[in-house]
């Protein structure tokens, strides 16, 4: 099977998967320079770099580059550490150049107004392969997104039946009224999605909070919601709601170390005022039609 086909098909069954190459060589070897092997999440593996200890090293690096989601590289002199003879004439050294090979990112927005329509523009422009979902066809369709992976419009509830997000799924619910929001919510939260994200005021998100967890959802599911969506950088319009979003977004997906300014109250359990970004997406939501 080609290496770069395997690699394909494992994008597109939403898998990981870790590729390595060698990259330098210097003396003799037992392979070549340019040698691919890829190392898929169920641990089987495609290729050769060589075999022995040599690949046995990087079949375990390569396991943790797919967790990291970050490259590394690997020098093995084989002349000086008697663990990598291979009983042939080798004494070379190499280095071998492993990196990750991720599924897309795939987010759902679930609503198509005002901020979603910016949020899907910036997000898509940030490497993120964008589904729009709303119930309303006026405005869940290809006109106001022409380039999402999908346009869905049709009850959030009948929606949501039929996807499943992946551990590479982010979901951010910026609907039109609270109730869909915590519909939305409620399923979110049992998925896999790797980022869960709700607009709305503070005390919205802890009103929701705190119905859902009365209806017996587990509160450390919650853990893992980022409501309010987005760092707070004082952003006031859509444009700057979502760049505030997908700046999030990006975080999560590289990984940030630094802390960051949050604006998650689930994480903090403290109920402040609205902050400016909160007012104006109540403000951009209300001003949305109902029907």
């Given amino acids: 099977m080609d290496l770069y086909e395997e690699i394909v098909k ?17 003396g003799s070897i037992p392979s070549f320079k340019t040698a691919k092997m890829l ?37 093995f002199n084989l002349n000086q550490d008697p663990k990598y003879d291979t009983g042939l004439v080798c004494g070379g050294t190499l280095d071998i150049f492993i990196e990750p090979v991720l599924p897309p990112a795939s987010l759902y927005i679930f609503g198509a107004g005002h901020v979603s329509v910016s949020l899907y523009k910036v997000a898509r422009n940030a490497g993120f392969d964008v589904t729009v979902i709303d119930d309303r066809e006026a405005y869940a369709n290809r006109e106001r997104f022409p380039e999402a992976s999908e346009v869905i419009a049709e009850d959030f509830d009948q929606a949501t039946a039929r996807l499943t997000p992946n551990e590479s799924s982010y979901i951010v619910i910026v609907t039109r009224g609270h109730r869909d929001d915590m519909r939305v919510l409620r399923w979110a939260v049992r998925t896999q999605a790797r980022y869960i994200g709700m607009i709305g005021s503070k005390r919205k998100t802890i009103a ?9 959802i587990p509160a450390e599911l919650f853990e893992r919601a980022h409501a309010p969506v ?19 977004l990006i975080a999560v997906r590289r990984h940030a170390e630094r802390t960051l300014p949050h604006m998650s109250w689930f994480h903090t359990k403290k109920l402040d005022s609205l902050d400016s970004a909160d007012a104006a997406a109540e403000a951009l939501r209300e001003s949305e039609p109902k029907g």
């Fill in 39 to 75: 190392v898929r999440d169920d641990g089987s593996i495609l290729g050769t770099i060589g075999g022995g200890c040599v690949e046995a090293e990087v079949w375990q690096a390569a396991r943790e580059v797919m967790e990291s989601e970050k490259p590394r590289t690997l020098t």
């Fill in 208 to 216: 929701i909070f705190r119905e859902l967890t009365n209806e017996g």
């Fill in 10 to 26: 494992l994008r597109k069954e939403g898998r990981r998967g870790a590729v390595a190459t060698i990259v330098n060589v210097r």
């Fill in 230 to 248: 987005g760092l707070d950088i004082g952003a006031v319009t859509p444009e700057e709601i979502a760049v505030a979003i997908t700046a999030e």
